[in-house]
């Protein structure tokens, strides 16, 4: 952990250093959230794994290097998850995980063209909350609703890959895909392999 903060300290301090042009923002956007789960198989038990929706919002600084580079340190709140789905016969059960996190990504940003920008970094989380919920109407499983934020680690770490377009001066879009490095439960059942976070981001930024 030392190790990214010291990279991100690094990256961040390079880009204000060397910037020739320097413009902070407000951004905010969905985000489609799952988690590469595998889970046992069952004679007659099948499952469906599905996304969350949910949103990020947070702000960002732009510190221009030269016309084709930049780098982009952000803080977002970001909503992500999964869902698993068990059906039984004619019996069903659906977990939602609802896990909150504040991200720190720092991005770079390749400009292809003028207005269009290829973007990859890596990113660390901390996990603000967590929310286990089940709806069932399996027997012998009752729906719930739960605190679950001691099950999952407190950081999370991953890698960022993104397009961004600046529409104008003050307006973009960015879409991005976070690849979860790290493992997001402490402790795995057994029979399943463990989980890491996969989300697909769109976000609207305003610079000032």
Known sequence: ?????????????????NAQKMKFGVKAGLNIASQNITVPTYPGVT????????????????FK??????????????MQGAKLTTAYGNQSADETHSLNYLNIPVMAKYFATEKLSIQVGPQIGFLVSATDKINSNITGLASSSTDSKADYNSVDFGLNFGLGYDFTENISLTTRYNLGL???????????????????????????
């Not at 402790?187 to 463990?194: A, F, I, L, Q």
């Open 182 to 208: 790290s493992e997001v439960e402490k402790n795995v059942p057994s029979g399943m392999t463990g989980s890491k976070n996969r989300v697909i981001s769109l976000s609207l930024g305003y610079s000032f």
């Open 65 to 78: 290097i030269s016309n084709k580079f930049s780098v982009q340190p952000e803080l977002l709140f970001s």
């Open 47 to 62: 499952y469906s794994l599905e996304n969350v929706i949910g949103v990020n919002l947070g702000v960002y600084g732009d």
């Open 1 to 17: 952990m030392k190790k990214v903060l010291l990279i991100v300290t690094t990256v961040f301090v390079f880009g204000f250093v």
